[in-house]
């Protein structure tokens, strides 16, 4: 795509808009999701820019830049295009439930876009505006999704030479944040196919969900079939330390086990460890469903593909 200066493996992810759209708290319950743990505590505005990187996989190196988004802090990143070179992926969030900030959020956004539109960025992916805080009570409201189309056609008709990518997001809903997360990351690491196995398999088999994880327990991809607070995250699903857990003692105990089901008269939990060999010794990746029990049998059988894709990551 781009001839990018910096090493390939190296990934640079901006979260911009106005103070208070909530980047910081998406970051926190992406992290917390992604396996560096930190609780969404009293939550300060972000001053100047706050890096943050995770290691994806043994091969790549995310990093996420949260641009405090206070005026200040505006002026100083508008006026030092610098901040932006090599950026892979912009996100630009947007407080839906703050009306009287829409235009200045969206003059900061057409700001940035000046920048990215110099040649000297590369720039040439999808732009990512997420309107945040529309939690899940919002649903339904007429007033919210006007207000989410009004804005939408206006970026559109007023940057017809940017693709752009919408995302509706809460953090009452881990899956929006997990989804817009998730758009990027697939595309720049190929995880396409894992991910749309995944859902399938939640959608036709009426799973609660399908969750990849790695032995650390990154989660690389999942799907869930309803709508999860991402504080409650955790305690409902997070049941993947356990399963971690068991199978490093059957490993300590030398045994050859590649499967846990912990079996109920209607829903079971199955866990199935991979083994793909890599240029580094062999990989572990673990896939976790919850599923209806009379299902487990052809999910099983559909899962035998799941080595192939996991062979081509
Ligand atoms: N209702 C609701 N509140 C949210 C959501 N996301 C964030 N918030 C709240 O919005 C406030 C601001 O969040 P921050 O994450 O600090 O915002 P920020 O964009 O990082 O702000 P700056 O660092 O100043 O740029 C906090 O009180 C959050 O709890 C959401 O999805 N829904
Ligand atoms: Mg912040």
New binding site residues.
Partial sequence: MSAKTHKLDEIKIV?A?????????????LRQKYNFYER?KK?????KI?YSSFNFLNRYTVNFW?????AK?RKIYVNNPIYFTSTDYLYF?I?I?DELKFEEAVRYLHELLDIYRDKEMEYTREVLICF????PVFRENEEFLDRIKMIRDLIISQNKDIKFKFFN?????ISSLSKALAYSLSKLLNLEDINLTLERIVKDYDCNYAILYTDSGLIISDFYQNVIDFRDFDKKICRINESLEFFQRITDEEVEIDEKLTFSEERSEYVKKYDIPSETGVSEYYLGICAPSNNLDTIKKELEEFQKYLQSM
């Fill in positions: 979260f808009g106005l103070d208070n759209a909530g980047k910081t708290s998406f970051l926190i319950a969404v939550l300060k505005p972000t001053i706050d949260d641009m405090g988004g206070q802090y969030l407080d439930q945040n805080k529309y939690d997001m809460s953090y009452y809903d």
